[in-house]
């Protein structure tokens, strides 16, 4: 056995631990099944809270029919409320025709999305986050963007191709608990929390360079910074220089940054 089939076995064996608590109350994987090492750790969750989440999905409060249910605080999900904004917009006789009617939409084409969508979205890329006025677009190029379909899935892709099995993924702490299972479940990439005096101004140079030499010290390579903005859970919003700072960091190490700003523009109220 090679040392890198070691380690997955490792890996696996403890990710089975994790997960045995729950697992046959989830999903109960029959001992005898021919599938793969790899198909039995995916059918096994390794989200501590998916138990919870499920008692929550078969018991929802309700003010008045069910006061007693329960509230999933384990998930942060947005609860626009989609079908009066979407429905209403995608039936819309232009905008069905538009949407329904392209042939693009129908048959294999760029492989990184429609083009008209990735235009679109460089267009609101500039507008909303480098606060663009039209008449100056066209700083960013749409051949740079490439469109996944869900967050996890797009994070799972990029720990892929940007890592090698077992390099070490630095997370400013606390963070949204799922990120260890996407990096860990296909790329099998190790998450190591970066420690912080103030949790909510976002992580200094220095706090960056003390995890990561502590991950050094177990042996890792340290190849990703992964930085959420604004953060899940804390729903602080760092300053554009904290982040700034990190990439250079990250940078001069050579290492690879992703920033998951799947709430920007969020409002609460
Ligand atoms: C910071 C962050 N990234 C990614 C995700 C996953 O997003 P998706 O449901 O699109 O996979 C979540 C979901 O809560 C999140 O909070």
């Not at 953060?231 to 220089?241: E, K, M, W």
């Amino acid at each position: 056995m090679n040392e890198e089939a070691l380690v997955s076995a490792t890996e696996l064996l403890t990710m089975e631990k994790e997960m045995c608590s729950y697992k046959s109350e989830v999903l109960p994987v029959d001992s005898t099944t021919n599938v793969s090492s790899r198909g039995k750790a995916a059918l096994s969750p390794s989200l501590p809270y998916i138990k919870s989440f499920y008692k929550c999905l078969d018991n929802p409060v309700h003010p008045v029919k069910n006061p007693s249910g329960y509230i999933a605080l384990c998930v942060a999900e947005s609860k626009l409320d989609c079908k009066k904004v979407l429905a209403e917009r995608l039936s819309r006789p232009s905008v069905g025709k538009q949407v329904f009617l392209d042939d693009d939409a129908y048959n294999y084409g760029d492989f990184r999305g429609l083009f008209k969508v990735r235009q679109v979205i460089a267009q609101f890329l500039e507008e909303f986050f480098l606060k663009k006025s039209a008449s100056s677009d066209g700083i960013i190029d749409p051949n740079h963007i490439c469109i996944g379909s869900g967050a996890s899935s797009v994070l799972g892709h990029l720990f892929y191709a940007l890592a090698e099995r077992r390099d070490a993924v630095l997370i400013p702490a606390p963070y949204y608990n799922a990120f260890e299972n996407d990096m860990k479940q296909i790329a099998g990439c190790v998450p190591i929390p970066v420690y912080m005096k103030d949790c909510t101004l976002g992580p200094t140079v220095e706090e960056l360079e003390e995890a990561a030499l502590q991950a050094e010290q177990q042996g890792l390579t340290v190849k990703i910074l992964l930085i959420t903005n604004p953060n899940n859970p804390l729903g602080v919003i760092y300053r554009p220089d904290t982040v700034l700072h990190a990439i250079e960091w990250a940078r001069k190490r050579k290492m690879h940054s992703i920033v998951d700003e799947l709430y920007a523009l969020s409002i609460h109220d």
